[in-house]
């Protein structure tokens, strides 16, 4: 194959169904005799590597846009690390099998290196991270250029980097949290100014220590009891979006005080979003408008996208 064809511009090859796997080396050959290559997919089985022989040639692809590899996390790194590609792709997904130890001793260092390597954005940067199913652990990054907080949030960060890890224990119940920051520190946090939080597994007082410049934070389907930290945590924040949070007992305690105690330092917030199908008793609606400077509700129905309501408040 790497001698036959020289042309490519896409590749998508599954090497589990290969018998035998290709190992490391004959992949990079194939990318290597195809240099104008611009996409890249590689779902890459545990027994692909070279043992016993010299590390692989580094292979370059110059004009490569978008990459994703597919696999357990030591081959897909031993894999990156042979190969050399623009700082700028358009997309990089990785989606990996692997250890919690693997988070802080190959995942964490590589993004850092990544995130690195392309250097910084003029916008700024936006971080999603969160727990969707079982083990696994979603984390995104993307340019931010200018944060509004009524549009949906897939349209709200131009995502180029995305990890999806599946972690191979079954009770994590103690290391999600930990999870959470580890990555979060391996993050150019400096740059990071809105920050996407969805499932139930991260403390926002934790995370605010890790994010000083955070301007924007988006909850998703996470308990309103995150806020607890009152309003010391955050200080740079200005835009708020609670995506269908979880109330306990109808409870909007923890948000009037994190509200309050942010009016009271003279930080008032300057937006605040709720969006879902909830119930709002009129004296909390009225205490919302008059704790931040612009608040809007959108509320979910079944036979309507969303109803919008706004106030901005002087």
């Known amino acids: 194959m790497a001698s036959q ?39 890459m089985p545990e027994d692909n590597d070279d043992r016993g022989v010299n590390p692989p040639p ?13 696999g357990y996390s030591q081959y897909v790194f031993g894999f990156l690390d ?9 997309q990089l997904d990785i989606t990996l099998e692997c250890a919690v130890e693997d988070l802080s001793h190959l995942i964490g260092p590589y993004l850092r290196h990544y995130l690195r390597h392309r250097g910084g954005s003029r916008g700024g940067l936006g971080l999603s991270l969160g727990f969707p199913l079982g083990h696994s652990i ?23 980097m995305t990890i999806a890890i599946d972690l191979n224990q079954s009770d994590l119940a103690d290391t999600w949290n930990k999870a959470a920051l580890d990555l979060i520190s391996h993050s150019p946090r400096e740059d990071i100014i809105y920050f996407h939080a969805y499932g139930d597994r991260m403390v926002m007082e934790d995370i605010s220590a890790q994010l000083p410049n955070l301007r924007g934070l988006h909850l998703d389907g996470m308990p309103l009891s995150n ?5 010391e945590i955050f200080p740079s924040l200005q835009y708020v979006l609670l995506d ?31 969006v879902g199908s909830y119930w709002i008793d009129p004296a909390v609606w009225g205490s919302l408008e008059r704790s931040v400077q612009e608040f809007a509700v959108i509320l979910l129905t ?13």
């Open 302 to 314: 079944t036979s309507t996208t969303t109803t919008t309501t706004s106030s901005p408040v002087g």
């Open 138 to 160: 979603v984390l995104s990054v993307g340019d931010v250029g200018g944060i509004d907080f009524y549009i949906p949030a897939p349209a709200r960060m131009n995502r180029f």
């Open 244 to 274: 269908e949070v979880c109330l306990g007992d109808d409870d909007w305690g923890p948000l009037a005080t994190f509200l309050d105690w942010r009016i009271s330092s003279g930080n008032r917030l300057h937006t605040l979003v709720l």
């Open 5 to 43: 064809i020289t042309t490519l511009t896409t590749l998508d090859l599954s090497l589990w169904s290969l018998e035998p796997a290709p190992t490391t080396s004959q992949v990079l050959s194939v990318l290597a005799s195809n240099p104008t290559l611009h996409k890249v997919t590689l779902s």
């Open 227 to 231: 806020l607890d930290g009152g309003g």
């Open 82 to 90: 042979r190969l050399d590609h623009p700082k700028h792709m358009d």
């Open 58 to 70: 580094r292979v370059s692809l110059r004009h490569l846009k978008e990459l994703k590899l597919d």
